[in-house]
C-alpha cells in the first residue's frame, strides 16, 4: 500500500474509481493518490473514521488496487516462481499474504492470493499493478492465463461490528474466518469476498463488478453501524496495526527478513523445506534466515508527546543517523506517537531508547513489539 501524499502534482489527468461520484456526494476532500482522485476523509475526519473502523464499522473504496485473475494447472507452481510462499499448499477458499522478490532479495510489491475453484485471485498495489502485471506477463506468460480484472471494484467493510452487518446481508460471508474467501450475494448483487483487511480489525474486502460498485457501497452505507472512511484513517490503522505499507515500510532495498516478514515464508519454501527457493533473491534471503538481517524494522512509541513522522532521523548519542521513521503518527487508538523504522540489529530490541531527530530536536522513542493496537481478527 502506498500512503496519500495531498501536495503531489499530477502529471496525467487522475483516474476515477466507480464510486467516485459518491464519494463527491458524501462531501469527500480528494486527493491525488497513485493516479487517481481518492477520499483522504470525509467531513466528520479522520480521527472520527479512525474511532468509527475501532468501535463499530466503515467502508473504504480500494477499487485503485489491481485485481488480476492467473488461471491454468501451472498456476500455482508458477507463481511460486516469483514469491518465497506456499501457494502450492493452498487450499481452495484459503488466502495468503505474499511478497513478489527481486535478484537481491528486495520486495517489489506485497500482495493478497486466495485459490478459487479453478483460478487464483491476486489482489496488488495501486501503483504498482502495471508493474506487477508486467512481471507476471514476463515470466509467467507461457505457464498460466495472466487476467487483468480492470473491470472490477473492490470495496472493504472493517470494524468490529461488520460481521454482524454482513450477517443480515450475506450471512455465507458471516461464516468466513480470517483469510477465506467466498462467492455471495448481498443485496442482490453478485460478489467474491475475503475476511480479512489492512486495519488490524476483522472485516472483509470485497469485489464487485465497477458497473455495480455504486448500488453495493449504498446498501452497505445504509447500514447503521457503517460510515465512510477515507485514506487518511486507513493509514493510522494500518500502522497502529504494525502492517506495512508498500514504498514507505518495504519496498525494492528491503527484503523480508529485514521487513520482519518472515511469518510469510512458510516451512515448505525454507532452506531444507520440500519445495525450498526457487524464487527471485532466494541466496539472500537464505542466508538472512539463517544468519540474521544486519537491520531490522521495529516499532517505536514516543516517550513524549510529539509526532515523529517519515523520513525521520533516528540518530546516536553522538548525533549521529542509525536509522530512520519509514512511517510516524499519533495514534488515535493508544494515545501516545507511533512509528516504525529500520535500525541496527543491535539496538531493534523492545525496550531499547533512542532518539528521532525531530525539527533539530531530539525525541525520545522506545523500541516497542508490535501491532500497537491488538490484531482482532475472527479465526473462529
Known sequence: ??????????????????LYALHLELGAKMVPFAGYAMPVQYPQGILAEHRQCRDSAVLFDVSHMGQLRLQGEDAAAALESLVPVDIAGLAPGKQRYALFTNEAGGILDDLMVTRRDDHLFLIVNAACKEADTA?????????????????????????????????????????????????????????????????????????????EAEALARALLAEPEVAPAGLGARDTLRLEAGLCLYGHDIDTATTPVQAGLTWAIQKVRRPGGARAGGYPGESTIAAQLAD?????????????????????????????????????????????????????????????VVHADV???????????????????FRG
Open 1 to 18: 500500500m502506498t500512503s496519500p501524499d495531498p501536495t503531489a502534482a499530477p502529471t496525467a489527468p487522475l483516474l476515477h474509481t466507480p
Open 135 to 211: 512481471h507476471l506477463r514476463a515470466h509467467l506468460a507461457t505457464r498460466c492465463l495472466i487476467e487483468p480484472l480492470p473491470e472490477r471494484a473492490l470495496l472493504a467493510l472493517q470494524g468490529p461490528k461488520a460481521a454482524a452487518v454482513m450477517a443480515r446481508l450475506a450471512p455465507e460471508l458471516a461464516r468466513l474466518t480470517f483469510m477465506t474467501g467466498g462467492d455471495a450475494i448481498i443485496h442482490g448483487i453478485a460478489c467474491f469476498a475475503t475476511r480479512s483487511g489492512y486495519t488490524g480489525e476483522d472485516g472483509f474486502e470485497i469485489s464487485v463488478a465497477s458497473a
Open 292 to 352: 540474521g538481517a544486519a537491520v531490522k524494522r521495529v516499532g517505536l512509541v514516543g516517550l513524549e508527546r510529539v509526532p515523529v513522522r517519515e523520513g525521520a532521523a533516528i540518530v546516536d548519542d553522538a548525533g549521529g543517523t542509525i536509522g530512520r521513521v519509514t512511517s510516524g503518527t499519533i495514534g488515535p487508538s493508544v494515545g501516545q506517537p507511533i512509528a516504525m523504522a529500520y535500525l541496527p540489529a543491535a539496538l531493534a530490541v523492545p525496550g531499547t
Open 359 to 377: 525539527r533539530g530536536k531530539r525525541q525520545p522513542m522506545r523500541v516497542s513489539p508490535m501491532p500497537f493496537a491488538p490484531h482482532r481478527y
